[in-house]
C-alpha cells in the first residue's frame, strides 16, 4: 500500500487477468507471439499471458523493483503456478522505458500495469512513460498489427485523447476489480494502429477537433 491505496492485492486481481485477455485476444493461435509486460506485480498477468499463449512465445517481464520480483519466486508463486519458472519468461529488472526505447519492431503485444496507471501515484518517474515519450516508444517497439493495453485504477480522457493522438486506435474497457465486483471498477485500454485487431466490446474512443491556447489543433489520429 502507499497513501493508503492499494497497489497489489491478491483477493482483487480480476482486473489484472482481463489485462492479458484483452491485450492478448489478438494472438490466441499465434505461434511464436512476442509480449513484454511492464509490472509483475502478483504476477497475475503473466500467468492469464502464459495460459493464453503457444508454448513457443517469448515473455519479456519489466519490473523496476528486485524485491518485487524476490517476492513472486518466494512468496507469491504459489498464488498462480510459478509462473517465473516458466522457460518462456523473461525477467528484467530496471526501468521499463528504457528497455522499451531499445526494442523496435519486436513485440506483439505490450501490457502495461506500472504504478497505478496514468496518474503515476508511486513515482513521478512513471510519468515518462504515460506521457508522449513513453507511448511513442510504445508504439514504435509493437510489431505491425501489434497491441498496447494499459491497466489504470481510474478513468482518464486525457490519457485516451494522447493514445490516439499518437496514431493508435482505442478502446477502453472497464473492468471488475475481482470476480463478481460490481461497485469497484478498474480500467483497460487496448490500442492499436489496425482497427480491425481490437477485441470486441468497451467503448470506442474517438478525438474530435481541439483548439489548443496558441491556435493549435489536434486531429483525428488515423485516416
Not at 507469491?76 to 526505447?101: A, C, M, W, Y
Not at 485487431?197 to 493549435?216: A, C
Request: aromatic share 6%; net charge positive; charged share 25%.
Amino acid at each position: 500500500m502507499i497513501n493508503g491505496q492499494d497497489l497489489m492485492h491478491s483477493r482483487q486481481h480480476e482486473s489484472e487477468l482481463e489485462l492479458a485477455r484483452l491485450g492478448c485476444a489478438h494472438l490466441v493461435g499465434s505461434k511464436a507471439p512476442g509480449i513484454l509486460i511492464g509490472g509483475l506485480g502478483m504476477g497475475y498477468t503473466l500467468r492469464q499471458a502464459l495460459d493464453m499463449l503457444s508454448p513457443h512465445a517469448q515473455v519479456v517481464v519489466g519490473e523496476l523493483l528486485g524485491a518485487v520480483v524476490e517476492w513472486n519466486r518466494e512468496f507469491f508463486g504459489q498464488l498462480n503456478g510459478q509462473p517465473l519458472r516458466d522457460k518462456r519468461v523473461d525477467i528484467k529488472t530496471g526501468d521499463i522505458v528504457e528497455h522499451i526505447s531499445r526494442s523496435k519492431s519486436r513485440f506483439d503485444a505490450i501490457l502495461l500495469d506500472i504504478d497505478n496507471g496514468p496518474g503515476a501515484l508511486t513515482d513521478s518517474a512513471n510519468r515518462r512513460l504515460y506521457g508522449r515519450e513513453g507511448i511513442q516508444a510504445c508504439r514504435r517497439a509493437l510489431c505491425d498489427q501489434g497491441c498496447l493495453a494499459v491497466w489504470s485504477a481510474e478513468p482518464s480522457k486525457e490519457f485516451e485523447r494522447l493514445l490516439m493522438s499518437c496514431s493508435f486506435h482505442v478502446r477502453r474497457f472497464r473492468v471488475a476489480a475481482y470476480r463478481g465486483s460490481k461497485s469497484r471498477s478498474r480500467f483497460v485500454w487496448v490500442a492499436s494502429e489496425d482497427k480491425n485487431i481490437l477485441p470486441r466490446g468497451g467503448g470506442e474512443s474517438h478525438l474530435s477537433l481541439k483548439t489548443k491556447s496558441k491556435g493549435e489543433k489536434i486531429r483525428p489520429a488515423g485516416p
